[in-house]
């Protein structure tokens, strides 16, 4: 086969345009079902009132009829299916026979009240859904529609929907690319930002046998990956099953809900039943007062307040905390908060800034000083793009370190990047990648062990044969960090930190 170099060449000179379809977009909110009903009934609620305010003579109790026959259609049918499911004491079906009871006594603006409050509380689930589907949206948004997949003894690249690749294919990744599938690097050597899938800032050298993760971009040099799990099993599939698991599960309120709602039902069928059936057998009064008075009973009992309570306040709970630059995944996630004892903070982006820096600037040469070193490393790094490269840049910047020109400059993929600097050959290297180059000595072995002990990722510059110094950077924390961590241990809550 080619080589992954080779394969890129020839796909970015003359490959195929991509083969993936534009999605449609998703519907906005007040276009759902639930939405929808709830501005109907809401129409017409109004439209009633403001008939029988200004010609009560007209139409009277009717008035309120259109609204409360479209709720108890859709709410009675999901009632009677619920019923053949064997769940027939639902509050669907409590509030269905709730607003046919509140209707046949001459209570039609009560029957459309109780459907109108109960949809609100079904628009507000609708409204809280669909802020958790947009951090689905953002999650499955990580792997590309489409691979570049090595078809045949030749080589040729086509391209083909990446859900439909098998494990043991081999796909192209180009620089710049996001992976298409989890997979191995059968050729090619890069630097991989896996940022999106393992929150690490720092790209991770990857080569020959390195396993790689779909959606994570390929930095610099063109890879051929064999695929070895499907897009069903991918990592980010995996990651998008267990949100969506956390998403449908309810809230401990809303689960209480459902359990009262099983034992409630019947008791207020019953109470409803015997009020407009015992006195009339037992005491011979008169059916029809005591029928009326049995519907009204089974319409008061009807728990509009308990079905709207708790989408209310989940919803405003969650529009609260995106306002505030907080994604709750859901109401059952939303009041555990309340009974936390222990953050567990993910480090990179929410304890630190999310960006590396230099922190140690490490002469090992005679003739070398920090801002000569800084200033070569600078240039190397000038055409560069990599995180380490744009801390490094950033801080020649700030001490006013002038560039110098260079030339033949080149990146040696997940290793180094070279130039030759005023005639002299410079590489900024991993520590590994520079010892085949130059030889650092122990006291220099020693200087780059502790600043990685330290958490630092260094790179050694090194001109000629000769190791001139080292620059350490890392992800350094944000300046908020200690304030919030401080305030959470004065509300008795106990901070831990995870990272790789």
Not at 91 to 97: K, N, P, Q, R, T
Not at 285 to 297: I, K, S
Not at 425 to 438: D, F, G, N, Q, Y
Request: charged letters at 20%.
């Amino acid at each position: 086969l080619p080589t992954a170099a080779d394969l890129a060449m020839a796909q970015a000179s003359g490959g195929a345009p991509p083969a993936g379809t534009a999605e449609e977009p998703e519907p906005p909110l007040w276009r759902s079902r639930k939405a929808l009903l709830g501005i109907l009934i809401g129409a017409l609620f109004a439209a009633g009132f403001l008939v029988e305010r200004i010609a009560p003579g007209l139409a009277g109790e009717y008035a309120y009829w259109p609204g409360a026959l479209v709720g108890l259609a859709y709410y009675g049918r999901r009632a009677v299916l619920a019923a053949f499911a064997g769940t027939p004491f639902s509050i669907e079906m409590l509030m269905s026979v709730a607003t046919a009871g509140a209707l046949a006594i001459h209570a039609a603006e009560e029957a459309a009240i109780v459907v109108l409050l109960f949809t609100v509380g079904e628009m507000l689930e609708v409204v809280a859904a669909g802020r958790a589907r947009a951090g689905i949206k953002a999650l499955a948004a990580l792997v590309p529609k489409t691979a570049r997949l090595v078809d045949g003894p030749d080589g040729a690249i086509r391209e083909v929907p990446a859900a439909s690749l098998a494990i043991g294919q081999v796909v192209v990744v180009r620089p710049g690319d996001r992976v298409p599938a989890d997979g191995v690097i059968t050729d090619g050597a890069s630097s991989l930002d896996e940022s999106p899938i393992t929150g690490e800032s720092v790209p991770k050298p990857k080569e020959v046998g390195d396993p790689v993760f779909a959606g994570s971009v390929n930095a610099d040099g063109a890879l051929q990956v064999r695929v070895t799990k499907t897009a069903a099993d991918n990592t980010v599939a995996r990651i998008l099953h267990l949100v969506e698991e956390a998403q449908a599960s309810k809230s401990p309120t809303a689960r209480f809900i459902d359990r009262f709602s099983a034992v409630y039902t019947p008791i207020a069928f019953a109470f409803a039943a015997a009020v407009a059936i015992v006195p009339p057998l037992l005491l011979g009064a008169d059916w029809g007062t005591w029928v009326y008075r049995g519907l009204a009973l089974l319409l008061i009992a009807c728990p509009c307040a308990l079905v709207l309570s708790t989408p209310a306040a989940i919803a405003s709970g969650l529009a609260a905390g995106a306002r505030r630059g907080l994604l709750v995944k859901g109401g059952a996630a939303l009041e555990v908060i309340g009974r936390v004892r222990t953050v567990a903070f993910d480090k990179t982006g929410t304890l630190t800034a999310g960006r590396p820096r230099v922190t140690d600037i490490l002469a090992l040469a005679p003739d070398a000083s920090e801002r000569s070193l800084l200033g070569l490393a600078a240039a190397v790094e000038s055409g560069s793009s990599h995180p380490i490269a744009r801390a490094i840049l950033d801080r020649a910047n700030t001490d006013g370190v002038p560039l110098r020109p260079t030339r033949d400059a080149r990146a040696i993929p997940g290793r180094a990047v070279q130039a030759t600097v005023m005639g002299q050959t410079v590489l900024v290297a991993s520590p590994r990648h520079a010892a085949e180059s130059a030889r650092l000595g122990p006291e220099a072995d020693r200087a780059v062990a502790e600043l990685e002990a330290g958490g630092k990722t260094v790179v050694i510059v090194v001109r000629g044969a000769e190791a001139l110094g080292a620059i350490a950077v890392r992800d350094e924390p944000r300046a908020d960090a200690a304030a919030g961590i401080a305030a959470l241990r004065k509300l008795g809550v106990h901070s831990v930190m995870l990272t790789g």
